[in-house]
C-alpha cells in the first residue's frame, strides 16, 4: 500500500493547468483542490464550486448590530433617562438611524473577519499550511486525493499530457512554513 496521500501536478501556465483540469474531469477523476498565486477567471465554475454564503453572515451581523443599538439608544433614551430636548419625543426614530447604521457597519465589518479567520483556519499567530511552496510564486497546482483513485501512474500521465512541468506525490497533506 502505498503512503501517497496527495498526487500534484505543477504547471508553468494557467491555460495548461486549465487544460489538465478538462483532462482530468474528462477521465472522471475527482480533483481536491488547485492553488493558484493569482485568480484566475472562471475557474470555480469549471470546478464547481458553490457561490459563497458569506453575504448571508454579513447580513445577518449587520442586523445584529442594528438591533442592539436600537435596543440599547432605545432603552436609555427612553426607559431609562428621558429628555425633554427641544419639546422633541422621546421616540424619534431619526434621531436613531446614525448610530444603528454605523453599528451595522461595525458588526458586520468585526463578524466578517472573526468568519473569515474561523472558515479558513488562519487565526493570528498560526502558519500557513500549503500544499507547495511554489503555488504562493510561480507554479499553477492540481491536487488529486490519491486514496481510492485509479493508478497513479495513470494520472501522473494524465497530468504529464496536460503539461505539467512536475509531478509530485506527497505522503503529507501540507508543507508548513516552520
Known amino acids: 500500500m502505498s503512503s501517497t496521500k496527495f498526487i500534484l501536478g505543477l ?3 494557467p491555460d495548461d493547468m486549465m487544460h489538465g483540469i478538462d483532462k482530468l474531469q474528462k477521465n472522471s477523476i475527482p480533483i481536491y483542490d488547485v492553488y493558484t498565486p493569482m485568480p484566475i477567471h472562471g475557474i470555480e465554475a469549471k ?6 454564503r458569506l453575504g448571508y453572515a454579513a447580513f445577518m451581523f449587520g442586523c445584529l448590530g442594528g438591533t442592539t443599538i ?18 422633541k419625543p422621546h421616540f424619534a426614530v ?3 438611524i446614525p448610530a444603528t447604521f454605523e453599528w451595522s457597519v461595525l458588526f458586520a465589518s468585526f463578524g466578517m473577519g472573526f468568519t473569515f479567520f474561523y472558515a479558513t483556519h488562519l487565526f493570528p499567530g498560526r502558519a500557513p499550511r500549503v500544499m507547495d511552496f511554489r503555488a504562493t510564486n510561480d507554479r499553477f497546482v492540481i491536487a488529486i486525493d490519491a486514496k481510492g483513485n485509479i493508478p497513479h501512474d495513470d494520472i501522473t500521465n494524465l497530468l504529464k499530457e496536460a503539461g505539467a512541468v512536475e509531478v509530485k506525490h506527497n505522503d503529507r497533506k501540507y508543507v508548513s512554513y516552520e
Open 94 to 96: 431619526p434621531d436613531f
Open 11 to 13: 504547471f508553468d501556465d
Open 47 to 52: 470546478l464547481g464550486i458553490k457561490d459563497s
Open 70 to 87: 436600537f435596543i440599547l439608544i432605545y432603552y436609555f433614551l427612553v426607559h431609562d433617562w428621558p429628555m425633554n430636548i427641544g419639546g
